[in-house]
């Protein structure tokens, strides 16, 4: 590989320091030499694939990108990436990148996680790291199983879903994580399929040059667990049906011959139509707005569910905001320039203190 690199310059509160290289990187400039051992034809080797090729793209030296993951068959991702890794314990893996990209600004930062530790033990830390919109690159990997514990109901499994521990079924409904994010306000949010690489690789792209907290949602299959959770979207005999590729500005339009489409009904209530049918034009469709201040349309797109409605790939949200990282930074730098540096060792051995009798 060749790498020059070009000076970070510190940026106004919300622009990040990661720093940007004149460099030639291939795919496997980061892999790491391990050899992966997911299961055969699992998902997550194709979400690997994906993202070896955006950082390639990115032209940032690997000892410049960390990643940091949990517990789960996702979890294992910094093994088999040539880059900084830190394997966190369950639910904890956001936790971990927060404070490390508060210390260090300059690291690009990536966090890889599973349904089950991301919206479970760790959905506390989610929350609050989307509503802070710290610069972090979030991917989490939904095969609607625990796949590491041998196929327990995780957070994700829809009902009616029979697993090691609901053999009689699911009877609570499962998250909507791109609900929960544009809950939080993120301010970057996606989806896209483990079995379709050049989309999966457009959105892993897009989601690495955002200044903020980007999560991708990644529809990825358990071949031992729960193998047939994503059918209807990659058969090619179903897929068009039930898939809807969002584009900016683009109408709402699915299907073999694209001539279904989306349009608002009554009471605001969103519904399939068909083109030519009853008058509806495409003028009458709703048009995709990734941009927009408020998220109410991305949050109608995030309810679509098989089979009432197709399922929204791409990019619901991108819009600018402060990251909270680049706002600790700023307010520290302020306060040292209108109270000094400060001294830990006086403060440690000043009169406020507490006595314990």
Known sequence: MNSTAVPVNAGPAGKSDTPVRATTYKPGDYASGH??????????????????????????????????????????????????????????????ATGLKLARRDLSVWVATGDGDCLSIGGNHLIHTLRRNMDLKIIMFNNRIYGLTKGQASPTSVVGQITASTPYGVIEPPFAPLALALGCQATFVARSLDLNPKHLEMVLDRAAVHQGAAFIEVYQTCRIFNDAAFEQLTDRALRDENLLMLEHGKPLRFGKNREKGIRLGANLQPEVVVIGENGVAEKDLLVHDEKAPNPNLAYILSQFHYPQFPEPMGVLRAVEAPTYDALVDKQIKDIQASKGEGDLASLLRGTDAWEVD
């Open 35 to 96: 050899d992966v051992r997911w299961c055969p034809w699992c998902g997550d080797y194709a979400v690997l694939s994906q993202v070896k090729k955006t950082l390639s793209t990115l032209g940032i030296s690997p000892d410049q990108i960390v990643f940091v993951s949990g517990i789960g068959c996702s979890s294992r991702f910094p093994y088999y990436m040539g880059v900084y890794g830190i394997h966190g314990i369950h639910g904890r893996a956001l936790a971990i």
